[in-house]
């Protein structure tokens, strides 16, 4: 890989598959270098390295558990190098906080072993990693934090994934108050029910569930991946610098 100091440098966690893949693709076709994590599918990070590079654009692919808080420092040393032999820099640009499980249980049924997986995952190790990751973020930089529309609407079997979200909607207004000094903007993006592989796939594989999902948005279909890769694309262009601290729902008018 050749080493480029011009290009932005964006970190998107979960850049294997799902959203993430499809944002990581999008940064790509606008010159944006990209850093994808992966949790344990290693041939889909290497697939999606190689289509970047397909469109002429430089990725790198490192493994991280966003639930496991221990090992963000062993994160931060792989980044370190990574930035500094495929750019030559030892800071990063624009950070997307995207990887995520999906856990459908009632209340009344949700044991604590999911609820502190979820936690780990949406919550704790959102804050934490982006804890670890500011000091190698440049100035002037974004961070992108993934919620969703069950934060803001209830779907039976997500409370403890929704209020997850609706604590990350939450913790990115503070990273904006915070980070402003340094030029840094912080911004939700709250996809509907989008067809990939997320909660064992429901939304794309359940043909009823994707009835039900088009029969509540007011575009009439449930979402793809392609609804929101060149979307978040999009909000890390320079047109978007003004966009700050803001929850901004990508979902074609989902229970409106
Ligand atoms: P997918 O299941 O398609 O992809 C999940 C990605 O996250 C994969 O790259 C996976 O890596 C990675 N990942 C999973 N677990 C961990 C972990 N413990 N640590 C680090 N990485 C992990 O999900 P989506 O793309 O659909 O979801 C992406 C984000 O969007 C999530 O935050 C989700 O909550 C949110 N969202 C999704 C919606 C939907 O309907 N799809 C709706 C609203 C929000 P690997 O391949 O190695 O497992």
Known sequence: MTAQTASKIAIVTGGSRGLGRNTVVNLARKGIDVVLTYHSNRAEADAAVAEIAELGGNAVALQLDSGVTESFDDFVASL???????????????????????INAPITETTEEQFDRLMNIHLKGVFFLTQKLLPLMADGGRIINLSSGLARFSGPGYAAYGMMKGGIEVFTRY????????????????????????????????ANYNKMVSSVTALGRAGVADDIGPMIASLLSDDNRWVNAQRIEVSGGMNI
């Open 80 to 102: 370190k190098t990574a930035l500094s032999e495929n750019w030559g820099r030892g800071s990063f640009d624009f950070l997307v906080n995207n990887a995520g499980i999906g």
């Open 175 to 206: 990273l904006a108050k915070e980070l402003g000094t340094r030029g840094i903007t912080a911004n939700t993006v709250a996809p509907g029910a989008i067809e990939t592989d997320f909660g064992g796939g429901a939304v794309r594989d359940n």
